[in-house]
């Protein structure tokens, strides 16, 4: 079993910043990949960012450039740095990781860009 605990969630107006960060316990080391998804309203949940255990690291087109993943495996936490924020960032966002055969999930943290 794997915990995810986020934090970081907020409002933040158009053009700012927030961190997100997923702490990660219980059986962490067969984790392969941490990644964030999120959720806006009437929308499905789509990949924001992932990344993988040897460093790789996926992004969603609409936020290249601006959003970045990090993962301190001492810390057993992943973030995501959100750069240059837009009103269509706004979305509940969770985090997630994957075993191999299991999925795991966070419980979401609501991100509002909106001046």
């Known amino acids: 079993q794997v915990q995810l605990a986020e934090s970081g969630g907020g409002l933040v107006q158009p053009g700012g910043s927030l961190r997100l960060s997923c702490a990660a316990s219980?059986?962490?080391?067969?984790?392969?990949?941490m990644g964030w998804y999120r959720q806006a309203p009437g929308k499905e949940r789509e990949l924001v960012a992932r990344?993988?255990?040897?460093?790789?690291?996926n992004f969603a087109d609409s936020v290249k450039g601006r959003f970045t993943i990090s993962r301190d495996n001492i810390k057993n936490t992943v973030y995501l740095q959100m750069n240059s924020l837009k009103p269509e960032d706004t979305a509940v966002y969770y985090c997630?990781?994957?075993?191999?055969?299991?999925?795991?999930w966070g419980q979401g943290t609501q991100v509002t860009v909106s001046s």
């Open positions: 997630n990781a994957f075993t191999g055969p299991t999925e795991y």
């Open positions: 990344i993988f255990t040897g460093g790789t690291t």
């Open positions: 219980g059986t962490i080391s067969r984790i392969a990949v």
